[in-house]
């Protein structure tokens, strides 16, 4: 059964840093490219940034370019987002995202609140 928890949201400061775990269970994290998405209330869910299978390439949007990062640690089955100098505009529920051979896989989210 393909699981993904996500942990590690809360509430910080602007300027603060927060970093984000998505534990994956029932497959094997390392064989597939993986995303972190993010939806903000009354907008649609975009995606953040994206890191190959072999963890060669990453991706992400030009808004967290330089200030968060995407990583895996495949012995632990785990994607991270590491995110620094966060901003208002990066509040939002986060979310970890699998494309597998037998479906696309969310998890239920944990959300990033940056207030003063």
């Known amino acids: 059964q393909v699981q993904l928890v996500e942990s590690g949201g809360g509430l910080v400061q602007p300027g603060g840093s927060l970093r984000l775990s998505c534990a994956a269970s029932?497959?094997?994290?390392?064989?597939?490219?993986m995303r972190w998405y993010r939806q903000a209330p009354g907008k649609e869910r975009e995606l953040v940034a994206r890191i190959t299978s072999a963890s060669i390439c990453t991706y992400y949007i030009d808004s967290v370019k330089g200030r968060f990062t995407i990583s895996r640690d495949n012995a632990k089955n785990t994607l991270y987002l590491q995110m620094n100098n966060l901003i208002p505009e990066d509040t939002a529920a986060y979310y970890c995202h699998a494309d597998l051979s037998e479906g696309a896989y969310w998890g239920q989210g944990t959300q990033v609140t940056v207030s003063s």
């Open positions: 029932g497959f094997t994290l390392s064989s597939y490219a």
